[in-house]
């Protein structure tokens, strides 16, 4: 059975450290969307966020999730997802059943992480 997981958090709070292990239980394709974005000139850092930039980053990537799921395996998205639209994309885009994680953890714990 195919389907996505979103982790989904702010920076620090353990996301891809949970992301990873439940591929590797799954079985499952890991995808950092932060590597997408940086990797696409997306994650610009003047705190000027949108979503779109999100969404180009989803338009890269999602036909090989699509692809993944539809050999039949698990896709686990790790990320910020920051946009309540950039969610509604991925949802709207993915022809699959998804599941969304937050991790959230103490401002403190987050600081030290990163």
Same mark, same amino acid.
């Given at each position: %059975?195919?389907?996505? &997981?979103?982790?989904?958090?702010?920076?620090? /709070?353990?996301?891809?450290? /949970?992301?990873?292990?439940?591929?590797?239980?799954?079985?499952? +394709?890991?995808?950092?969307?932060?590597?997408?974005?940086?990797?696409?000139?997306?994650?610009? %850092?003047?705190?000027?966020?949108?979503?779109?930039?999100?969404?180009?980053? @989803?338009?890269?990537?999602?036909?090989?999730?699509?692809?993944? %799921?539809? @050999?039949?395996?698990? /896709? &686990?998205? @790790?990320? =910020?997802?920051? !946009?309540? +639209?950039?969610?509604?994309? &991925?949802?709207?885009?993915?022809?699959?059943?998804?599941?969304? !994680?937050?991790?959230?953890?103490?401002? +403190?714990? =987050? &600081?030290?992480? @990163?």
């Amino acid at each position: %059975m195919s389907f996505y &997981i979103i982790i989904r958090g702010a920076l620090g /709070v353990g996301k891809s450290t /949970v992301s990873r292990a439940l591929a590797k239980i799954l079985k499952a +394709e890991y995808i950092s969307f932060d590597r997408i974005l940086d990797e696409n000139g997306l994650d610009r %850092m003047d705190n000027n966020f949108a979503p779109d930039d999100f969404i180009k980053a @989803d338009n890269i990537i999602l036909p090989t999730a699509r692809k993944i %799921m539809s @050999d039949g395996k698990i /896709v &686990i998205f @790790d990320g =910020c997802f920051y !946009f309540k +639209e950039h969610l509604q994309h &991925i949802g709207k885009n993915l022809p699959f059943k998804g599941f969304i !994680f937050s991790l959230k953890a103490s401002l +403190e714990t =987050c &600081i030290s992480r @990163d």
